[in-house]
């Protein structure tokens, strides 16, 4: 299994976090790693994706992932057994969100589990790879968000300066 973690905190309240994040169209954004997005349905708090993408640049097959929001402090995300992917992989992760007087800190896991054969070659060639881009993509996220909401700052949930926001 290979992982990548990474904080930072965000300027938003959890809802605009976990709207963007459960919106495969607009986190592709921040996550490189997703393709193009091949379908999704929600019915509530769970959303069923897929997609397909790349990991360091090799093309990887489609995936089908299951979303489950659990109120505002927590989205996880599961790969699905979908063909040609359950032959490579497995993966998981999610976001943790902690709302403080600054922000939200949150903290994003992805792990990996490659099946045998791969996992001999794909473990240590991801590790320090995913790593590193699951930090750069914390980066991209924090900065995408945070500027979604100065593009419309009638809807700021932190004021600059207690300064009330426009009519």
Same mark, same amino acid.
């Given at each position: 299994?290979?992982?990548?973690?990474?904080?930072?905190?965000? =300027?938003?309240?959890?809802?605009?976090?976990?709207?963007?994040?459960?919106d495969l169209?607009?986190?592709?954004?921040?996550?490189?790693?997703?393709?193009?997005?091949?379908?999704?349905?929600?019915?509530?708090?769970?959303?069923?994706? &897929?997609?397909?993408?790349?990991?360091?640049?090799?093309?990887?097959?489609?995936?089908?992932?299951?979303?489950?929001?659990?109120?505002? @402090?927590?989205?996880?995300? &599961?790969?699905?057994?979908?063909?040609?992917?359950?032959?490579?992989?497995?993966?998981?992760?999610?976001?943790?969100?902690?709302?403080?007087?600054?922000?939200?800190?949150?903290?994003h896991t992805?792990?990996?589990?490659?099946?045998?054969?791969?996992?001999?070659?794909?473990?240590?060639?991801?590790?320090?790879?995913?790593?590193?881009?699951?930090?750069?993509?914390?980066?991209?996220?924090?900065?995408?968000?945070?500027?979604? @909401?100065?593009?419309?700052?009638? =809807?700021?949930?932190?004021?600059?300066?207690?300064?009330?926001?426009?009519?």
């Open positions: 299994m290979i992982e990548g973690i990474s904080e930072a905190v965000i =300027q938003r309240p959890p809802e605009a976090i976990i709207d963007f994040v459960t169209h607009r986190y592709k954004l921040a996550d490189r790693k997703i393709g193009r997005v091949l379908g999704m349905r929600r019915e509530g708090d769970r959303i069923w994706m &897929r997609h397909d993408g790349k990991l360091r640049g090799l093309p990887g097959p489609p995936v089908t992932l299951e979303m489950t929001i659990l109120g505002r @402090h927590a989205v996880r995300y &599961r790969s699905l057994r979908s063909f040609p992917a359950c032959l490579f992989l497995t993966f998981e992760g999610g976001f943790d969100l902690d709302e403080t007087a600054v922000g939200t800190r949150v903290v992805e792990r990996f589990r490659f099946f045998a054969p791969w996992r001999w070659v794909m473990d240590p060639f991801l590790r320090e790879w995913l790593a590193r881009d699951v930090r750069e993509e914390m980066g991209r996220l924090k900065t995408l968000i945070e500027a979604e @909401h100065l593009a419309r700052p009638a =809807q700021r949930a932190f004021p600059m300066n207690n300064a009330k926001p426009a009519p």
